[in-house]
């Protein structure tokens, strides 16, 4: 399946792209789920597609939401620049993911837009996970 996404203008479409639910989308990357069972998976283990600066990764929730932490802890950290460089374009701090041989090289900027790809996509899921239990009449704890 070919997928094509403009993160300024919107999503390219072509006929496979009906099998995409796109989660949250900025500047930096966009995340999607995608609406055909994967034979393999349990429906618990639905990955949740996320795409950025040319990477794609699939996690579950559980790892998107370490990932966030990763992310958190990622902009607490000192950046690697050997040119003390204070650019927030500048590739230099190290994100560790929740793969433990994956680690990106990214900027101030990228930890930011990051952030707020991973924040926004866990609150289109809970909220996601809300509506579908009102829409079947269950009660909802809030």
Do not use: W
């Amino acid at each position: 399946m070919i997928q094509c996404f403009n993160y300024k203008g919107g999503v390219k479409t072509n006929n496979a792209m009906s099998d995409i639910n796109v989660l949250k989308r900025n500047k930096i990357g966009v995340t999607y789920l995608v609406n055909k069972p994967d034979e393999d998976a349990h429906e618990l283990e639905k990955k949740i597609h996320l795409v950025f600066n040319n990477t794609g990764l699939k996690l579950t929730i559980d790892e998107l939401v370490v990932f966030l932490d990763d992310i958190m802890i990622a902009k607490e950290t000192p950046s690697t620049c050997q040119n003390q460089c204070d650019s927030a374009y500048c590739k230099s701090i190290l994100l560790y993911t929740p793969f433990q041989d994956l680690v990106f090289s990214v900027s101030k900027y990228d930890l930011k837009y990051l952030q707020y790809l991973v924040e926004g996509t866990l609150f289109e899921l809970n909220l996601n996970d809300v509506l579908a239990e009102i829409s079947v009449g269950r009660s909802v704890k809030l």
